[in-house]
DNA sequence: GCATTATTTTCGATGCTCGAAAAAAGAACT
DNA sequence: AGTTCTTTTTTCGAGCATCGAAAATAATGC
């Protein structure tokens, strides 16, 4: 007898009525977060549910105050018939509170249910704010901020979901490490919830890039991508072909801080020979001096003095000019080995060293062919693209009303209706 | 209006009572595959479901031949009440052809419904086989032989296994490029599946030996796996907490040629610094002998030679000693690298280098702490195992059982079973 | 005011699960 | 041998969500 088979199946759960109305009505949801609002009939056609179904659904989630008609658009393009009556998000069913936490800036915003931008406001971060306040007080203060100005719809508030840099723990609560001075092992999380009375989420800014890129860009819709943030620090988010959008616990990468060459550069994380360590702006700035690798990086680098540099290497200057070949160089080797462990078609650059891009393409093209893969399976497409911001926030953004979706409002009862 | 949301979903599709029966036909077998045979009552209990869809599940599978009653066994244990009649898979069912295609050695097996091995047969495979015959006429030679030795089972063949060593094509039915000389390019799935009439997949060893170490041991069950094969080739398979083992499409690297040093060792691939030119058998053997880096590696390296080099480190030949310095440095950085990417918690080492564990772990030890991730996420436990050919085997046979349990058993109508 | 047309709802049938009760199949006891 | 007890397995009716077809709805065009 052979039953030595022990593995464990992927929590996998009994189905029943309840869980077919879960999954269609979470596909309606889907469907509508990726079209915007449409006609019923339209809804059938793009779900695959028979009309009937899309009647009995929506008339559900409207009574629950999930969905709402669009009466408004008259829709001149139409000629006879039943008007269609367009259904979407209710945009007062709940809204959420976003935090994209960066090295030197934070961002605030608050979205309706429908992702909608309801308020925000961006600030500076002093070096040492983590010295004087607690990464919780900090939070805590800033987003009391949108409840006083925003009283009746931080009434409905659904969830609050922070975007930080550094290095998550398994279950995602607690920054282990960050670049962020002062900011690992000082949990916040649970703090924030108690104040809020919401759940609190935290999301590695490097993979929230990939996935806000994936919606911003069609072409990646079906694609396996890798998302690198080259600036004040190098960061890749991955996101797979296959994998639905905010899907999969894979994705977060710690790119920067991979070895490229043992016992190489000093990294601001202390190591020696991480990517960061040749690709992120102080690096390259280090380099271009002529200051030795083992240096201490320079705290920051101001923006005008990264552009400084692109203008020195456009103009010529050898030692400038090295300096970006090294990065390139660094992030060439990173991406062979990247593609050397998981399939990825298309490479986007995103962050201030997408500006630079012109003056790392060549090492990093070199390097991409230097491996195996790269010679077999073909070079992945490489796309510079400066704006990271947009990303960020879109994809944090459409992360957690992807969540409420599938895990709060697709499983709403209908009882709840005649109640 | 904000539907800029363009992000396709993973094939999502409705969800109806048909697709629940399919769900709980699948979760009874993937049940049964795991645990071995039941009585209904225990699988209810583990599957969840009730005793009645129990037994409308079981009495339709019994009929269509998919399961089958052990009335055998008169279990001692037991005291009073009706006694309990476990239900496994029919053996006859059907069964699948399994081959393993390595650099210098070909195994054959048949395998039944139930995991049970029928017929089974090992041979050399010479260095220059595929330039006297095509892979298809190869394999459909050898698979021949199977139809004249198992008449009856092979009548109800179902499917055709290939694992390979070597990079797939994006849609897994062509190999790109392999290690086994004039494999690649010449694509023999198809023509297999024609001359026996039954779907052929092929399959990446490297991704199999982790599959296959994650159902050989419990302990790997619910952990992220990366499993290394060292000896003629370097390979590494991956696999993740909570996927369910066989699904994902992630999990095949190519480890072996990541780019360790730049410009490095000569591997065989042609490329320069892969990890493969510093750990494979041939590559210890070179720098053992102090041959240069940049000579061609040699064509093959007997087991009793690579022994030989261990006894010889063990010794305390300097050389030696140095060369498996180098191979566990290369495989050291190699994993430092892979956990900046992926979660791994646990790593094995297969295979003929499994021997030489003890003479590369220090240099592993330090390449993984020598990141940041290492530092901060702590090292993943590596555990050396040296037999591999298990690990391969099983790895196939339940990937495939598995497949034809959620993709053809499961979909079967119950209307078949009265026609 | 009536025919036309496109959208949406209603209605009856089907298929699946579930809980509870009934049936089945032995062991134990008298 | 017959009765009681225990455990496994099946049967039965209710509940629910889907679907296709038919009906109802709400406009336009003539």
Redesign the pocket.
């Known amino acids: 007898m052979n039953h030595l088979y022990r593995c464990q199946p992927l929590t996998r759960v009994?189905?029943?009525?309840?869980s077919?109305?879960r999954?269609?009505?979470a596909l309606v949801l889907s469907t509508l977060r990726r079209q915007g609002p449409l006609?019923?009939?339209?809804?059938?056609a793009e779900t695959?549910?028979?009309?009937?179904?899309?009647?009995?659904?929506?008339?559900d989630m409207?009574a629950q105050g999930i969905l709402a008609e669009m009466r408004d658009e008259p829709d001149p393009a139409?000629?006879?018939?039943?008007?269609?009556?367009?259904?979407g998000f209710n945009r007062t069913a709940g809204c959420v509170a976003l935090v994209e936490l960066e090295v030197n800036r934070a961002q605030f915003s608050l979205v309706d249910y429908g992702g909608t931008l309801i308020d925000r406001f961006e600030l500076a971060v002093a070096p040492d704010e983590f010295k004087r306040t607690t990464p919780a007080e900090f939070l805590v203060r800033h987003l009391t901020l949108f409840r006083e100005r925003n009283r009746r719809e931080m009434k409905a508030l659904l969830y609050i979901a922070v975007s930080v840099q550094g290095i998550l723990d398994r279950d995602g609560r607690h920054l282990r490490w960050s670049p962020i001075v002062h900011m690992a092992d000082r949990p916040f999380a649970d703090d924030i919830a108690q104040a809020f009375g919401v759940p609190v989420s935290l999301h590695k800014r490097g993979r929230l890039l990939a996935e806000g890129s994936r919606w911003l860009d069609p072409k990646l819709q079906d694609a396996s991508v890798a998302t690198v943030f080259v600036g004040s620090t190098v960061a890749m988010g991955l996101t797979f072909r296959g994998d639905a959008v905010g899907r999969g616990n894979g994705g977060a990468t710690e790119f920067g801080h991979m070895i490229h060459l043992p016992g190489g550069a000093l990294c601001r994380c202390g190591a020696r020979g991480c990517i960061e360590a040749y690709a992120a702006d102080y690096a390259v700035l280090r380099t271009a001096y002529s200051v030795p690798e083992t240096a201490p990086p320079a705290a920051s680098v101001p923006a005008s003095q990264y552009e400084g540099l692109i203008a020195r290497a456009e103009a010529g200057d050898r030692a400038t000019l090295h300096a970006f070949n090294l990065a390139g160089r660094a992030i060439g080797y990173g991406l062979s080995r990247v593609i050397s462990l998981v399939d990825a078609t298309h490479v986007r650059i995103l962050g201030p060293g997408a500006r630079a891009y012109h003056l790392m393409r060549a090492e990093i093209e070199t390097a991409l062919s230097a491996s195996l893969v790269g010679r077999v399976a073909g070079l992945p497409e490489v796309v510079a693209q400066v704006d990271e911001k947009e990303a960020v926030f879109r994809g944090l953004m459409m992360k957690i009303l992807q969540q409420l979706d599938e895990e709060h409002f697709a499983f709403l009862?209908?009882?709840a209706a005649t109640a």
């Open positions: 009994v189905s029943d009525s309840d077919v109305r999954q269609n009505r006609a019923r009939t339209n809804l059938a695959g549910l028979s009309h009937a179904s899309i009647t009995a659904i929506g008339q409207l139409r000629l006879r018939g039943r008007p269609a009556v367009r259904v009862p209908h009882a």
